[in-house]
């Protein structure tokens, strides 16, 4: 059985590899990661803020536009807080780079054009195999528009592929008022990949102290559906290869949306909760069903029930909410 795959014009032994998290600072769980047979090693971001912090060596310039960032200033760390600073983040790439045989994934996380290129060429100069681009915006501003954010995404893109070699992809969310048209936008910019989707913390309200309480809350199976969808739609729309980022945590869970059209799985929530073994215990659970199933490869399993090949393509399109709703009993 060939269990082999192209992500990012990368070859991946198979497409289980981890998202970015917390996981990569320690270089022992880092190759834990790999003997438990990740593909890839995702970093975690690198951020935006961070990186204007450290260069400004203060706050104060940074409250002109902090609306404009993911979330309010006052949930910004200290630099000191970070898990890893500018300089040890880049050692870090060489450090993973020095031990794992797989390929090495960064990840820069921000909302303008500052900061984006320098530190792309930095990362590939690192030996990075591959740069994650992660956009991780909120619009609140009602005066700037949809084109307007979708222009500045498209702007990123163009200068950090200008101005390295190794491969991008991009990691979206999915509230694009049009993400088909927006992923092909990026498609025709040149993106390496997209990565389907990121997970916006939401806020809550500590309703005695009168404060506003970031939460952190891990994904389940369940997040899964929103993601294999818009797999499914856009396979075969996009040249760019895909990956899915939320909500696997079994064998199954891989093999839909490897049949939805993902080419990588990225996992995270499962390894934090139980461990790097997980991450073999879901390769097993794949391998047996495409067995059982009697796959000879992981290409034959990629995109076999997108939009173009299910045989009821309505369901990915307009959700089949009169079926579904005439058939709920009380």
């Not at 501003?141 to 592929?161: C, F, H, M, N, T």
Request: net charge negative.
């Amino acid at each position: 059985m060939d269990l082999s795959t192209k992500y990012l014009g990368l070859t991946l032994a198979h497409p289980l590899m981890t998202g970015a998290s917390p996981l990569v600072d320690r270089l022992d769980l880092v190759k834990r990661l790999e003997d438990a047979g990740a593909s890839a090693i995702t970093m975690h971001s690198l951020f935006e803020e961070q990186i204007a912090m450290e260069q400004r060596a203060t706050f104060k310039h940074i409250e002109s536009v902090a609306e404009s960032y993911a979330e309010a200033l006052s949930y910004f760390p200290n630099p000191e807080d970070y898990n890893l600073g500018t300089d040890q983040y880049l050692e870090q790439i060489q450090r993973i780079k020095s031990i794992v045989e797989v390929p090495v994934i960064a990840s820069l996380n921000g909302a303008t054009g500052r900061g984006w290129v320098d530190y792309a060429r930095l990362i590939e100069q690192a030996g990075a195999d591959a740069l994650e681009l992660n956009v991780y915006f909120m619009a609140t501003d009602p005066a700037e528009s949809g084109v307007a954010i979708e222009e500045r995404v498209l702007q990123i893109l163009r200068s950090v592929k200008e101005a390295i070699h190794i491969p991008v992809a991009i990691k979206l969310s999915p509230f694009f008022s049009s993400l088909a048209h927006f992923a092909r936008r990026l498609d025709e910019a040149g993106v390496d990949g997209l990565v389907l989707f990121n997970r916006f913390y939401q806020p809550d309200i500590d309703v005695e102290a009168l404060e506003v309480a970031p939460r952190l809350q891990l994904s389940d199976s369940s997040e899964l559906l929103l993601r294999v969808r818009w797999l499914a739609i856009l396979a075969g729309q996009v040249r760019s290869s895909m990956a899915v980022t939320g909500g696997v945590h079994t064998g199954l869970d891989a093999i839909k949306a490897l049949m939805a059209g993902a080419s990588g799985v990225q996992i995270v929530s499962a390894i934090l909760h139980h461990g790097p073994d997980r991450l073999k215990q879901i390769y097993e659970e794949m391998v047996r069903w495409m067995e059982d199933h009697e796959y000879e490869s992981v290409n034959q399993m990629i995109g076999s029930m997108s939009l173009q090949k299910c045989p009821d393509p309505a369901a990915f399109e307009r959700a089949n909410y009169t079926r579904i709703l005439q058939t709920w009993r009380v």
